[in-house]
């Protein structure tokens, strides 16, 4: 390893991921809204969800998925971290930060922890933070987690995203290695565009609206569903035709697509486009919802103890979200064995 940190890559040691025990099935939820299982299936692919319970914050899941990701990463060679990156649109409170209580909860001692707010997009910007620590020399090993409890933010009024949206968190542990092995992160492509920033908001609690709210205030998350479908399509194929380009690997496709799990339709949409066969595309949003920054984490582990995921696969990372924000990123993917 070189002084500068100059050259080197942050590989994937270590998988975790966590989902509270209870599943909101579209049975359910039509008899708490006006909805069906029909209605979800067909325009979402969402069969149900996880919801964590009222004592459960976005901590406590995130921190489950933490500790497996170390467990995992201890079990292939490496134990600590110094750094910790708590990707999440849903903290447990505006401030502090959710990553520190993360930290000091997995027993990480004095580490830098930070939360990193990208929405749906947030844990693949935490892989590119994290990665950029090692890059520059500033940190060994990185805990990236995605964690939410979206459900904490859902108008219960609203069908939409109800039928959507579910809890959960996923962690990997990154680790300083070189950029041709298995694991190691490769190119990445991240972008934002604030001029669609109201297609995806919480508007109240913040400096434009803060608390105590006046007659017009919005606690809840709202979604131009139709115009994030169409930006969502777009731009992680814009996004992961970039990173393949870059990539240049034989034949220049990937063997699996784990895409951020919108919406069923989004992902075939991006895959078609980018030239992938449908069944390369993994999908667990049929068990889990769209977890936002939770839901690649929890799409690899399920993925990786489903078989879709070995040693040796190459690998599309792509996500798109709120800010709107995108990106993608690929590598091999390694021997690990996530917990
Ligand atoms: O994770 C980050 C980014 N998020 C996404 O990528 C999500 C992107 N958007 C979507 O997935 C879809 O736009 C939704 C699933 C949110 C909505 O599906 P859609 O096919 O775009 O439906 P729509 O909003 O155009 O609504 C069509 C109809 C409406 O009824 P009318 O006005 O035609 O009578 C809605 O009220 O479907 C109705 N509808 C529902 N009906 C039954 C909306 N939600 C539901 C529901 N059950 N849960």
New binding site residues.
């Given amino acids: 390893m070189n002084a500068t940190g100059a050259g080197r890559a942050a590989v994937v040691c270590g998988l975790g991921t966590c989902v509270p025990p209870y599943a909101l099935t579209n049975e359910e ?2 008899k708490l ?4 299982d029909a ?2 299936r067909s ?2 692919g969402i069969g149900q969800r996880h919801i964590a319970d009222a004592s459960t914050a976005t901590s406590d899941l995130a921190v489950e998925a933490g500790g497996r990701a170390l467990k995992s990463a201890s079990e292939n060679g490496s134990s600590a971290v110094d750094a910790v990156i708590v990707a999440t649109t849903t903290p447990d409170h505006p401030c502090p930060a959710t990553a520190p209580l993360v930290a000091a909860r997995l027993g990480l001692g004095t580490v830098p922890a930070f939360d990193l707010a990208a ?2 997009t947030g844990f693949l910007y935490g892989l590119a933070a994290g990665a950029g620590l090692i890059a520059a020399g500033t940190a060994e090993r990185v805990l990236v987690i995605g964690a939410e409890t979206f459900s904490r933010i859902l108008d219960p009024e609203d ?7 579910g809890d959960g968190a996923g962690a990997v542990v990154l680790r300083a290695g070189e950029p041709d092995e298995p694991g190691a992160l490769g190119p990445f492509d991240l972008g934002s565009d604030g001029s669609g920033s109201d297609l ?1 908001t919480v508007r109240t609690g913040g400096s434009r609206d803060p608390y105590p709210a006046g007659d017009a205030a919005d606690p809840y998350f709202r ?1 131009n ?2 115009a ?2 169409r ?2 399509v777009e731009r992680m194929t814009e996004s992961s035709r970039r990173v393949l380009d870059r990539t240049g690997w034989t034949g220049g496709l990937p063997d699996l697509v784990v895409a ?1 799990q ?2 069923l ?2 992902l075939y949409a991006v895959a078609d486009r980018i030239g992938v066969d449908r069944a390369d595309c993994f999908v667990n949003i049929d068990r889990v919802g ?1 977890t ?1 920054a939770a ?1 690649i984490p929890l799409a690899l582990g399920d993925a990786d103890r489903s078989g879709a995921l070995s040693a040796g696969r190459r690998v599309l990372l792509t996500a ?3 800010g709107l924000t995108w990106g993608a990123c690929t590598l091999t993917w390694p021997d690990i064995r996530p917990a």
């Fill in positions: 939820l039509s809204v006006d909805t069906s209605w979800i325009r979402t929405v749906c069908r939409s995203s109800r039928a959507i949206f995806i979604m569903g139709k994030v479908f930006n969502a951020h919108a919406n339709r989004i769209n936002a839901s798109f979200g709120g």
